[in-house]
């Protein structure tokens, strides 16, 4: 099992910034590939960006140029950099940590979600 804990969300003003943390405990072995996703009210949740155990990101289009996702292998944590935020990045960002084959997941762990909120 992987316990992943994430941290940073908060309510922050439109144009600023947040920094989300996930860290990530017990079977590390498990996880290549880690990520964040959000769920706003009413709507499916969706990728943000996700990272490789090597490195490479992926961005989702609505967040290219805006966010930036990173991650420490030997502290097994994953960051994402936020800023430029709009009232429509409001919403639950969960930490995801598996293994993919292409963009397929085929092992996958959640965190319990932090709460962002952008005020216009």
């Known amino acids: 099992q992987v316990q992943l804990v994430e941290s940073g969300g908060g309510l922050v003003q439109a144009g600023g910034s947040l920094r989300l943390s996930c860290a990530a405990s017990?079977?590390?072995?498990?996880?290549?590939?880690m990520g964040w996703y959000r769920q706003a009210p009413g709507k499916q949740r969706e990728l943000v960006a996700t990272?490789?155990?090597?490195?490479?990101?992926n961005y989702a289009d609505f967040v290219k140029g805006r966010f930036t996702i990173s991650r420490d292998n030997a502290k097994n944590t994953v960051d994402l950099q936020m800023n430029s935020l709009t009232p429509e990045d409001t919403a639950v960002y969960y930490c995801?940590?598996?293994?993919?084959?292409?963009?397929?997941?085929?092992?996958?762990?959640w965190g319990q979600g932090t709460q962002v909120t952008v005020s216009s």
């Open positions: 017990g079977s590390i072995f498990s996880i290549n590939d």
């Open positions: 990272i490789t155990s090597g490195g490479i990101p």
């Open positions: 995801k940590a598996g293994k993919r084959t292409g963009s397929l997941w085929t092992s996958a762990y």
